[in-house]
């Protein structure tokens, strides 16, 4: 896919994402997600050129006047999203597929110090959540969503909603039908039934006296 239909489609996912923005010229001159992908469109081109220490300088230049840091080497596909951005950060061997929305805050971390694949892989149309943190070599499945603030060391499964920390699944959608089914809680069943025997002795319980 050529430069300009990426660009386009970027500015696209803008529009989709973001009902604040009002024109094309306001998302090419103040969007800084829009402005941190396409440097790394270039620190890209020239990572994979094998050019040394222009990509990274690029990328630190974009993370000065952005907030966001994307490694040269993170793989990004199109309709790339950044909301905000402040403090997203792209490891280098990160994979992100077509139509991915970060929110700001948002880490794609490593486990390893090895030259290897160490950071997650995000499918098409993933949505992650405010300050949530994906770590190590992961597969984050088509569709799925990340809610603010979780944990995630495991792979997930597409169509998945996550939440916590660690992160688990508590929801997946079917895509024939568009109906989300809910999955067992027992961790929150628990407190549920923790809270409902508390409540049944604080009932048993005689009344408190004034204190005269």
């Given at each position: 896919m050529?430069?300009?239909s990426?660009?386009?489609k970027?500015?696209?996912?803008?529009?989709?994402?973001?009902?604040?923005?009002?024109?094309t010229?306001?998302?090419l001159?103040?969007?800084?997600?829009?402005?941190?992908?396409?440097c790394?469109?270039?620190?890209?081109?020239?990572?994979?050129?094998?050019?040394?220490?222009?990509?990274r300088?690029i990328s630190h230049?974009s993370?000065?006047l952005?907030?966001?840091?994307?490694?040269?080497?993170?793989?990004?596909?199109?309709g790339?999203f950044?909301?905000?951005g402040?403090?997203v950060?792209?490891?280098?061997?990160?994979?992100?597929?077509?139509?991915?929305?970060l929110?700001?805050?948002?880490?794609?971390?490593?486990?390893?110090?090895?030259?290897?694949?160490?950071?997650?892989?995000?499918?098409?149309?993933?949505v992650?959540?405010?300050?949530?943190?994906l770590?190590?070599?992961?597969?984050?499945?088509?569709?799925?969503k990340?809610?603010?603030?979780?944990?995630?060391i495991?792979?997930?499964?597409?169509?998945?909603?996550?939440?916590?920390?660690?992160?688990?699944?508590?929801?997946v959608?079917?895509?024939?039908t568009?109906?989300?089914?809910?999955l067992?809680?027992?961790?929150g069943?628990?407190?549920?039934d923790l809270?409902k025997?508390?409540?049944?002795i604080?009932k048993?319980?005689?009344?408190n006296?004034?204190q005269?």
């Amino acid at each position: 896919m050529g430069l300009c239909s990426g660009i386009r489609k970027d500015i696209k996912a803008v529009f989709a994402h973001d009902p604040a923005a009002v024109n094309t010229l306001e998302v090419l001159l103040a969007y800084p997600g829009f402005h941190a992908r396409q440097c790394h469109r270039i620190a890209h081109t020239l990572f994979r050129w094998h050019i040394p220490f222009l990509p990274r300088f690029i990328s630190h230049i974009s993370r000065f006047l952005t907030g966001i840091e994307i490694h040269p080497g993170a793989k990004i596909g199109q309709g790339f999203f950044i909301d905000h951005g402040m403090g997203v950060v792209i490891g280098e061997t990160s994979v992100i597929g077509d139509n991915v929305t970060l929110y700001q805050g948002v880490t794609l971390g490593g486990t390893s110090q090895q030259h290897v694949k160490r950071h997650p892989t995000l499918g098409n149309n993933v949505v992650v959540g405010v300050g949530a943190q994906l770590i190590g070599d992961i597969t984050i499945g088509d569709n799925a969503k990340v809610g603010a603030g979780s944990v995630v060391i495991d792979s997930v499964p597409p169509n998945a909603t996550v939440v916590g920390v660690p992160g688990r699944v508590v929801a997946v959608r079917n895509p024939d039908t568009d109906t989300v089914e809910r999955l067992p809680d027992p961790v929150g069943e628990r407190l549920d039934d923790l809270e409902k025997r508390i409540a049944g002795i604080e009932k048993r319980l005689p009344p408190n006296r004034k204190q005269k």
